[in-house]
């Protein structure tokens, strides 16, 4: 059984696509949809998103990848890339699958940004959500903490240079198509291209796309260490003591201690999704394996309660 890669419209002129991929992992009776459902984050080319659905598929599951928006090689549609705190695509996704799959438990698996998006959606929908268990991978906690990460150290500044190149790119993948005019753009083109930092593209053009007076009113929004006691589903973390994305000092221990929900697992070493095992790396990572077993502890425990 192959991955199962869905795609549709959304409301907006898009098809299935944003920056990351989602994979969401559900639950089925009905005899076409065998295991769960899942959703990761990257790209359904992706090589640790094709190792994620493995991992769903050899727990009974049935994969399906969300494209973000600029990924996926579909082209864009629009001039709205993504957001850390804004969740309307995932929804719609997840609608769209709770639809198809009426009587299935969705599980979602998020990786980097596509993992803060997750969290996001479990503390804005609560007791309401349709996940019903999520599984995060090298996903930041504090906007603020990772901004300061990766721009204030000269070593960590490369990463924040670097997908500032690669969102510019993505946005002028857009402006290059036929019939769209840069004077329809709700911020200035010309300073957009001028940026080299994250921060900077999230000032001229995340904040005004998506409605935000300022870039620390953004910032907040999209930062979660303070709403983990409005998650209302279990959520396993993996992060690596040493992701410049995500500082060790910004995780909320104390407020995970407190919470019946959310489980945190810090490794000393693995990076940013680069949590490598044995002498020759070849093979799946530890992330693999863990949610293979996140996978199928979610089937126990859904098996027993229903």
Known sequence: ????????????????????????ICEGQAAAIKGHVAMTTGSSDCAYVKYLALAGLSEDYRPVVFNQRGA????????????CSKVDDLQMTIHYIRK???????VGVGVSLGGIQM???LHQTGDNSDLSAVLTISSAWSTY?????????????????????????????????DGVSRHDLPFDMEQALRVTLMS??????????????SLDA???DATTNNKVDRIKRPLVCVTAANDPFVPEDSLP???????????????????????????????????????KEFLLAMKEYHSKVA
């Not at 549709?8 to 991929?21: E, K, N, Q, S, T």
């Not at 198809?100 to 969705?106: A, F, N, Q, T, Y």
């Not at 990460?149 to 002028?172: A, D, F, H, P, W």
């Open 145 to 177: 903490a990772t901004q300061k990460s990766i721009e204030q150290s000269r070593v960590n500044i490369r990463y924040s240079r670097y997908l500032c190149g690669k969102v510019k790119t993505t946005l002028l993948s857009y402006l290059e198509q």
């Open 100 to 106: 198809r799959c009426p009587e299935s438990k969705i």
């Open 200 to 213: 900077e593209f999230d000032k001229v053009v995340t904040v005004p796309v998506f409605g935000y007076s």
């Open 253 to 291: 221990f104390e407020a995970v201690e407190k919470s019946a929900m959310v489980t945190l697992v810090v490794t000393a070493y693995g990076g940013h999704i680069g949590f490598l095992e044995g002498v020759l790396p070849t093979r799946q990572m530890l992330t693999d394996r863990v949610c």
């Open 72 to 83: 996926g090689g579909i082209p864009m549609k629009t001039y709205r890339l993504f957001c």
């Open 218 to 220: 953004y910032y907040a």
């Open 119 to 121: 969290v996001s959606y």
């Open 1 to 24: 059984m192959r991955p199962c890669c869905c795609w549709f419209r959304p409301m907006y002129p898009c098809a299935l696509v944003c920056d990351c991929v989602h994979m969401c």
